[in-house]
């Protein structure tokens, strides 16, 4: 799950971390009053979960409350990859005398949380990983003892000569990686981490990824999910215990597992088609998942076939065949449905299918084959 | 031959009187692997299906029978305290089915694991078959058949999918792997292939990958550099959509997207044939074999 920048600054002020002021503004006037209360500059920005905000034009400097409502109601309603800006964080503009990048990572190489820093900050952080490595100091965490103090104060003073400076990056490094940790995250990220001109250390933009996995036992970070960041299926998809997500084609796809369902997009287009969504039923899949995955489904107008890719394991054929059944039963599905089905049950599945006047194929290759030409309109 | 496990695998399965762990003995015990024991915790001395006995613990379960595997069927919530009993026990191999397992947790579990000197496949994985042997996990045992292919996987029914392919062609296999789709596993592709290359039996290997990381890259190196054996690859997610990536830090780690077509990319440079559907993963390891 990712949170807002706003989110991800609660949080880190909640572990220390100095983090100037700012609110949440949803109109320009809001926005306006915000501005005022604050006096002078400040700084529009939308809360989006996307990264290159900032080159989308979704954050802009404001002189004064008037022309942060102006602001504020150009970024507000703007599209920044497919997603629209609802929120925008308003926060005092702050004099920067240089800028730096903190990031921690769970990385899949070392296994472990790997901290990086780098005295280059700012939007263009991964051109300096590119062109100039050794800019960028990484320090791998034993999560046995978690970070030490001498490894915080170790990256601080590789950030900054002064030692006024670095003894305060110090303390920073190690409440982002507490607050890392206390939120379940997989990233956590200062970018960029500011010096101003008076000697302060400060975080002026917070990101953070949080390990689904981990919500279940974090009720305070699941409830800083952003439901209106989801379409309403996908929300329902979620609910459902189902992973989906919408795509451009007209082959509706429901699959078990997720590789099985990459694998089926893939042969959707390799047999001249396209996939309309990704969707994964899960295993131990109950016939109500199976409606519920209809429905979803057949909430976009572009579908025209589709498709379930069904290999039992876990996942019984027969509950597959029954919700298929059940679905069809209390929705006017009116679209062409090409089904396969393979393993656990498949015997029965077939013949519950067979009873209702459906088709059942064993074959991933001629299932897919079938959706596509039901989608193009020429099967027969 | 087969890789990890073999007729001297004494499996015991924690978990034994839940859901999925009761169902799965059951089916693993039908395929002919040696259960030993079940654990649960405040179920000792009873005995799963009149023949399989019960214990509180995994050590009271190793020191009673032997057991030198496990198969944790436990909820997430408890799967890596699963992981730490299991190692602790001194079992050498320790499975673990279980999915949504907090990446903090397996963090934590690995090393552990390592220090015992025992070997973590997963979690959030089917686990693994070898034909005619034994399996320890969720592989479905009827759609396998023995041969000298060696099947490994980042997914659980796209794996099934391989595996149905290649039987109904008429091609065995020597294990199947399923390591598992969360970003932190125990064993990786580069084991698997370092097995299968020492395994006499097996003369191909089959390696489906996905999007996301770099493992298939770093394993797609060890091919090109240390196998002796034919590979070849699927990766499944050519038409998944870019993410909505926040933040820089994935990219400045790895250097990478993880894209299916840089993955197919590394890999032909690496000299494994990349088919194009699953399907076509069964002549390109036939060709290999008769190469």
């Known amino acids: 799950m990712n949170i807002h920048e706003y989110q991800a600054k609660e949080i880190l002020r909640a572990h220390g971390v100095p983090v100037p002021p700012g609110e949440i503004a949803t109109t320009p006037e809001e926005a306006e009053r915000i501005a005022a209360a604050f006096g002078g500059m400040v700084v529009v920005k939308a809360q989006v979960h996307a990264g290159g905000r900032g080159k989308a034009g979704g954050v802009k400097l404001a002189d004064d409350a008037a ?48 901290i990086m820093v780098s005295s280059e900050g700012g939007i263009d952080i991964e051109e300096v990983a590119a062109t100039n490595p050794d800019a960028i100091q990484k320090l791998a965490v034993d999560a046995r003892y978690g970070l030490l103090p001498h490894q915080a104060s170790g990256l601080a003073f590789g950030l900054y000569d002064d030692p006024k400076l670095a003894r305060q990056a110090a303390r920073i490094i190690s409440q982002l990686y507490e607050a890392y940790r206390a939120a379940g995250c997989t990233l956590a990220e200062i970018n960029p981490l500011i010096s101003t001109p008076a000697g302060e250390v400060k975080a002026i933009d917070a990101k953070m990824n949080i390990d689904d996995s981990a919500l279940f036992r974090l009720p305070d970070v699941e409830a800083m999910r952003d439901e209106a960041s989801e379409n309403l299926f996908e929300r329902k998809a979620r609910e459902a215990g189902l ?96 089904i396969r089905l ?4 498949e015997d029965v599945a077939v013949e519950i299918l067979k009873e209702n006047g459906f088709e059942a194929m064993t074959d991933m290759d001629e299932v897919v084959k079938r959706a596509v030409e039901l989608a193009a309109g020429s099967a027969g | 031959m087969s890789i990890f496990i073999d007729g001297s695998t004494r499996l015991v ?45 995994v050590a009271d379960a190793v020191e009673e029978t032997g057991a030198n595997a496990s198969v944790i069927y436990v909820p997430a919530a408890f799967a890596s305290s699963a992981i730490f009993e299991a190692a602790d026990a001194g079992v050498d191999l320790i499975v673990c089915i279980t999915e949504g397992v907090p990446v903090a947790d397996t963090m934590r579990a690995l090393p552990y694991v390592r220090e015992k000197g025992a070997r973590l496949i997963g979690p959030n994985c089917p686990g693994l078959i070898a034909p005619g042997i034994g399996k320890v996990g969720i592989l479905p045992g009827q759609i396998v058949a023995p041969g000298p292919v060696g099947i490994v996987s980042r997914s659980g029914t796209l794996t099934y999918e391989v595996i149905f392919q290649f039987t109904r062609q008429g ?51 060890f091919v090109r550099d240390h196998m002796s054996k034919p590979v070849v690859g699927f990766i499944a997610g050519q038409t998944a959509p870019p993410g909505r990536r926040m933040g820089h830090a994935g990219a400045i780690i790895s ?13 032909r ?21 008769r190469g």
């Open chain 2, 13 to 57: 399965v924690q978990g034994i009187t839940g859901r999925d762990g009761s169902f799965h003995a059951r089916q693993m015990i039908e395929y002919g692997t040696n259960v030993v024991a079940g654990v649960t915790p405040g179920k000792g001395g009873q005995t799963f299906d009149g023949s399989v006995p019960v214990f509180d613990t």
């Open chain 2, 269 to 289: 440079e690496c000299g494994i044939a990349v088919a194009e559907r699953p399907a076509d993963l069964v002549g390109l390891v036939d060709s290999g074999l």
């Open chain 1, 243 to 338: 992973s989906y997500i919408p795509l451009d084609g007209d082959v509706g796809c429901c699959v078990n597992g997720a590789g099985l369902a990459m694998a089926t997009m893939d042969l959707v287009k390799y047999y001249g088609g396209e996939p309309a969504n990704f969707l994964d039923i899960g295993g131990s899949s109950n016939p109500e998942k199976v409606v519920t995955a209809f429905e979803i489904i057949m909430s976009d107008p572009a579908v025209k076939s589709i498709l379930f890719n069904i290999f039992g394991g876990i996942t019984r054929c027969d509950d597959v065949a029954n919700g298929i059944v059940e679905a069809t039963r209390r929705i006017d599905v009116g679209l062409p449905i090409a």
């Open chain 2, 171 to 221: 091609i065995g296999q020597s294990t199947c792997v399923g390591i598992g789709g969360d970003p932190l596993i125990g064993t990786n592709f580069v084991d698997c292939l370092q097995a299968f290359e020492a395994d006499p039996e097996t003369r191909a290997v089959a390696m489906i990958g996905e999007i996301g990381g770099t493992d298939e890259q770093v394993a797609a190196e």
């Open chain 1, 67 to 114: 022309d942060a409502r102006d602001k504020a109601g150009a970024i507000l309603g703007l599209e920044i990859k497919g997603l629209t800006v609802e929120k925008v964080l308003i926060t005092p503009a702050e004099d920067i005398a240089s800028e730096a990048y903190l990031g921690i990572v769970m990385d899949r190489g070392s296994q472990s949380d790997v």
């Open chain 1, 342 to 345: 393979t393993g656990t049950n």
């Open chain 2, 255 to 267: 250097g990478s997207e993880g894209t299916a077509a840089e993955k197919v990319k590394v890999f």
